[in-house]
């Protein structure tokens, strides 16, 4: 099993620019996650979804949107990139919704907004 | 607004001494408490979960331990290999899988 995969790996945008960062799982899990990670704060969550069809907001959703149509996949889409959504941007995976289960991560897309 | 709080400043260590590593949260007791470790230029790896009724768990050389009374969690590396240096994350997670992780801490293991 791949686990989790993240493209592209780095990324550079000028404001204003539109880009999908893409994220796939092999392990069937329902559950699908977006995080972004800034220095001195922990992971914060941007989107989630329960299973295919079905996304909801996180803490800091604004900016950005996304869309489950296999369970499989789970894009996260920046609308219009701002210099404050340079971050560093992890997908993660879980088999179920419950705390008690584990989340796997991807390797992470580093995104610079210029 | 519910916290979780770890140390900010990176724990040196020498090899083979145990380190021992902070969380601490506000509010409620979370149902779950989970550690991962983040190596530099990757995604977080779990490493161990605790249950709120549990108070200590153990993974090889590693433990973990859960005080609700103090509201904090302690994650110790006994006999630390230079290996194990990376940086740690702890995350609070209650019955309906919300997450709130810290910010991490840096560990260095020097031989």
């Known amino acids: 099993n791949a686990g989790v995969t993240q493209t592209p790996k780095f990324q550079v945008l000028k404001t204003g620019q539109s880009m999908t960062l893409q994220c796939a799982q092999d392990m069937n899990h329902e559950y699908m996650s977006w995080y972004r990670q800034d220095p001195g704060m922990g992971l914060r969550l941007i989107h989630y979804?329960?299973?295919?069809?079905?996304?909801d907001q996180g803490e800091v959703p604004n900016g950005y949107n996304v869309s489950r149509s296999t369970t499989e996949d789970f894009p996260l889409r920046l609308l219009s990139a701002a210099p404050s959504q340079t971050s560093v941007y992890f997908c993660?995976?879980?088999?179920?919704?419950?705390?008690?289960?584990?989340?796997?991560f991807g390797p992470g897309t580093r995104l610079t907004v210029l | 607004s519910q916290k979780i709080e770890q140390n900010s400043e990176a724990l040196n260590i020498q090899e083979g001494k145990t380190a021992t590593l902070t969380c601490n949260y506000t509010?409620?007791?979370?149902?779950?408490l989970q550690w991962y470790r983040q190596d530099p230029g990757r995604g977080p790896v779990f490493l161990l979960l605790?249950?709120?009724?549990?108070k200590e768990k153990r993974k090889e050389r590693l433990k973990v331990t859960f005080d609700t009374t103090l509201k904090q969690s302690l994650f110790h590396i006994t006999a630390s290999q230079p290996a194990d240096s990376a940086t740690y994350l702890c995350?609070?997670?209650?019955?309906?899988?919300?997450?709130?992780f810290g910010a991490g801490t840096q560990v260095v293991v020097t031989p």
């Open positions: 979804s329960v299973g295919a069809g079905i996304t």
């Open positions: 993660a995976s879980r088999p179920g919704l419950a705390g008690n289960n584990e989340q796997f």
């Open positions: 605790i249950r709120e009724n549990e």
């Open positions: 995350a609070r997670t209650d019955s309906w899988g919300k997450f709130q």
């Open positions: 509010n409620y007791s979370p149902a779950y």
